[in-house]
C-alpha cells in the first residue's frame, strides 16, 4: 500500500523548533519530488516546500524567509522539515505529499504543529 | 508570484451542475497546468482534476475543468450534484521558478 505518515509535531513556544518526518512506503521514494504543504486551523492549503528526488533542487514559499529547511534521506525513504523560529502564524496541520507530474497524488494524514506560549 | 482567487462558498441543491472559478492575478492560465483538489471534512486532499481537464480514472465523470484565456480563469464543472460532493476545493498551479500556489479554496454546499 502506499503510504505517508508524518510525525514530529506537537505544541512549541514561539521562537522554538521543530522537525517534522514523513516516513513513504509502498513506491519507489527516490523516483519522486516531494513536498510540504500546511493548513492553518480553519484556512486554506498552503504549499510550504518541495525537494527533487535527488535533493538537487529545493524550493520553498517566498514568505518564510529562511525559517524552514526541507531534506530527504532516500535510503531511509523518509522526507524530513526543520522549522525554526517559530511563530504563531506557523500554526497549522503540515501534510507531506508525493509528486507525480505535477500532481500532488498521495498525501499523509498531517501532523499537527502548534505555536504558543 | 501570482494567486488564484476563488469564491469563498457555492451552494446548490442535488442533480444540479455547479461551476467553481479560479482566477489567476497574472501571468497566463495556459501556461501551467491547473490541478483540482477535493478536501472532505476530515478528510486529507485528493486529486480530481490534473492538466488543466484530465481526470483520474477513480473520479466520476461528473467532474470536469476547462481553462479561459479571455478572462484568464480555471473552472471545475461538477454535474449531477450528490451530497457526497459536499467539500472544500482548491485550485492549484505553479510559476515558472517551480513554485506552487492554491487558490483559497472553495466550500461547497449540497443543499
Known amino acids: 500500500e502506499v503510504q505517508l505518515v508524518e510525525s514530529g509535531g506537537g505544541l512549541v513556544k514561539p521562537g522554538g523548533s521543530l522537525r517534522l518526518s514523513c516516513a513513504a512506503s509502498g513506491f519507489t521514494f527516490s523516483s519522486y519530488t516531494m513536498t510540504w504543504v500546511r493548513q492553518a486551523p480553519g484556512k486554506g492549503l498552503e504549499w510550504v516546500s518541495s525537494?527533487?528526488?535527488?535533493?538537487?533542487?529545493?524550493y520553498y514559499v517566498d514568505s518564510l524567509e529562511g525559517r524552514f529547511t526541507i531534506s530527504r534521506d532516500n535510503a531511509k525513504n523518509s522526507l524530513f522539515l526543520q522549522l525554526n523560529s517559530l511563530r504563531a502564524e506557523d500554526t497549522a496541520v503540515y501534510y507531506c505529499?508525493?509528486?507525480?507530474?505535477?500532481?500532488?497524488?498521495?498525501w499523509g494524514q498531517g501532523t499537527l504543529v502548534t505555536v504558543s506560549s | 508570484n501570482f494567486m488564484l482567487t476563488q469564491p469563498h462558498s457555492v451552494s446548490e441543491s442535488p442533480g444540479k451542475t455547479i461551476t467553481i472559478s479560479c482566477t489567476r492575478s497574472?501571468?497566463?492560465?495556459?501556461?501551467?497546468?491547473i490541478q483540482w483538489y477535493q478536501q472532505r471534512p476530515g478528510s486529507v486532499p485528493t486529486i480530481v482534476i490534473y492538466e488543466d481537464n484530465q481526470r483520474p480514472s477513480e473520479v466520476p465523470d461528473r467532474f470536469s475543468g476547462s481553462i479561459d484565456r479571455s478572462s484568464n480563469s480555471a473552472s471545475l464543472i461538477i454535474s449531477g450534484l450528490k451530497t457526497e460532493d459536499e467539500a472544500d476545493y482548491y485550485c492549484q498551479s505553479s510559476d515558472r521558478f517551480n513554485h506552487w500556489v492554491f487558490g483559497g479554496g472553495t466550500k461547497l454546499t449540497v443543499l
Open positions: 497574472s501571468g497566463d492560465i495556459a501556461g501551467n497546468p
Open positions: 505529499a508525493r509528486v507525480s507530474a505535477g500532481v500532488f497524488d498521495i
Open positions: 525537494i527533487s528526488s535527488s535533493s538537487n533542487y529545493i
